[in-house]
């Protein structure tokens, strides 16, 4: 395999977190209705998240082989329990749109567990067997890192500012 295709086949994941930034960054620049930070978590709900494991959940089911052999598991019976788990991710994703803080951090720690646990055993496959293909390593890695991570980190925030909101209305209004 060349190393423009292996860059491309790693990086293709990070295209959904390319098209949530893009997305919240625009959308942001242009709302008046919605805070900055509701624009960012739908974004990362629905791009990241939802479309991201929906992608997963499709390319599992529709064409298992490749994906298996993309990720160096050529003969692997789970490839219908990764689709399932992810459209787990993709139907929290589209729940998270609409939900509070509380939920949004829900969602992402639901998130978290799988995409978390799945950079485990991809790290382990590339250290103990050496299955550096592109489905295993790379931005792969990124992908699963990041989206609970922000979705986390978005939903903490606000969840503060909100706590902060109604602080200081009670203490205005006595």
């Known amino acids: ?4 295709r292996y860059l491309l086949e790693t990086s293709l994941p990070l295209l959904w977190l390319l098209i ?10 242009r709302s008046t209705k919605l805070t900055r930070l509701e624009i960012w978590q739908r974004w990362w709900a629905i791009a990241a998240l939802s479309c991201g494991s929906l992608w997963m959940t499709l390319s599992f089911l ?5 994906m298996a052999t993309a990720i160096g598991f050529s003969d692997t019976p789970f490839v219908t329990e990764i689709a399932f788990a ?8 589209f729940r998270a749109i ?3 803080p509380r939920e949004r951090i829900t969602i992402g720690l639901m998130a978290g567990m ?11 496959q590339s250290l103990a067997h050496g299955n550096w293909e592109p489905g295993n390593t790379g931005g792969v890695l990124l992908y699963d890192a990041l989206i609970p991570a922000v979705m986390i980190a978005l939903a903490v925030r606000d969840s503060r500012k909100r706590g902060a909101s109604r602080r200081e209305a009670q203490r205005v209004l006595g």
Do not use: R
């Not at 949530?20 to 620049?29: D, L, N, R």
């Not at 529709?62 to 490749?66: E, F, S």
């Not at 799988?114 to 382990?124: C, M, N, P």
């Open 62 to 66: 529709a064409i298992p082989d490749i």
């Open 86 to 93: 992810n459209l787990a991710l993709a139907i929290g994703g």
């Open 20 to 29: 949530a930034t893009i997305g919240a960054s625009v959308h942001s620049a």
């Open 98 to 100: 609409h939900a509070g």
């Open 1 to 4: 395999m060349s190393n423009t």
């Open 114 to 124: 799988f995409l978390w646990g799945a950079i485990l055993g991809h790290v382990f």
